[in-house]
């Protein structure tokens, strides 16, 4: 039988997982509290209208996004000019997405028409449009 003797020193050959596991649980909540904060959005100018509703948060959608100068994103994505129906086939009309279009007020008009042509081509029917609500005295900050 072994001699086992409480009071003597000696070193533990056992490793205490306890600290290890509190610093893996604090780096799991952080991470879980900044990733949907680190997603980037595209900066444009949306023109304003009275009646807007928000766009949905689940993911049965995609937001096809103009930028002042013109380039298309589809999501986050930057499309190359001559691929935006062959992406649109396969990313939204295959997985039966519904699909939002963005466009800075700045864009023109037969820009934002020639895209929503490439949207049709493709056969895409669900499409809807992305405004910000009117600036009216009420809904200015500061104002009350």
């Given at each position: 039988m072994a001699d086992f003797n409480p009071h003597r020193k000696g070193f533990i050959s056992e490793i205490n997982v306890t600290p290890f596991v509190d610093v893996m649980l604090v780096l799991?909540?952080?991470?879980?509290?900044?990733?949907?904060?680190?997603?980037?959005?595209?900066?444009?100018?949306?023109?304003?209208?009275?009646?807007?509703?928000t766009l949905p948060k689940d993911k049965d959608h995609m937001v096809l996004t103009i930028k002042k100068d013109g380039s298309v994103y589809?999501?986050?994505?930057?499309?190359?000019?001559?691929e935006l129906g062959g992406h649109l086939e396969r990313l939204v009309k295959a997985e039966n997405k519904f699909l939002y279009l963005r466009a800075d007020k700045a864009v023109p008009y037969g820009v934002v028409v020639s895209v929503m042509g490439e949207v049709k081509t493709a056969g895409i029917d669900r499409l809807g449009v992305v405004a910000e609500p009117e600036d009216t005295p009420a809904t200015r900050p500061g104002r009350k």
């Open positions: 799991l909540i952080i991470f879980m509290v900044t990733a949907p904060l680190m997603t980037q959005g595209l900066e444009v100018d949306l023109p304003q209208t009275k009646t807007v509703r589809l999501d986050e994505y930057k499309v190359p000019a001559g």
